[in-house]
């Protein structure tokens, strides 16, 4: 773990504010996420027809489902990087709906975090639907940056872990598009 890093961390980690104390958690809570997308994606059909709809929205389950899957199961195992509250001391931490500062690490073990899933698969969403209909990047962009800096602000991840997760949702947001393309306008 770098020195970078771990500054990094705690210069977003320890901005404290109530408004975002309030506000973060909803960036990490997963069925504010993915009802969220669900309904940016509704604007697809501004652009495309329901069938096309259909076929774009079935690609972005699918490579929403394989980020996660290579995120949880595949790199994180094999990088082994543990999370910011059982690794390092003086670490603003929520979990059960509230924060405290935890002076020293948590004892827990084994809770991985690089790449950063949440980055990951928000940044998956986010790039495979502007790819689609870049006017949603106004909205998406923004909201998949929200996303990993709540993981950061509520001690969960380094800010490389969040990094990392934007990198992968990127990269395969970008195979997906392409195939979802060439099913989409195959000739």
Known sequence: ?????????????????SILDNILPIFSDPKFINAFYILVSFFLLIKYSFKKYLVIF???????????????????????KERPFVSIPKVYYYSDGKFEFLSQPKSKKNT????????GNSSFISFFL???YPRLALILYPFFILVGWSRI?????????VLGGWLLGLILAFIFFKLCKKVLYKT
Do not use: E, W
């Open 1 to 17: 773990m770098s020195q970078l890093d771990i500054q990094f961390f705690y210069l977003i980690n320890h901005f404290r504010n």
């Open 58 to 80: 079935l690609f972005m389950i699918l490579g929403f489902f394989i980020t996660d899957f290579s995120c949880a199961r595949i790199f994180k195992p094999y990088f082994k």
């Open 112 to 119: 991985l975090s690089f790449p950063s899933c949440h980055a």
């Open 130 to 132: 502007s790819f689609f």
């Open 153 to 161: 602000y509520l001690g969960v991840h380094f800010p490389f872990d």
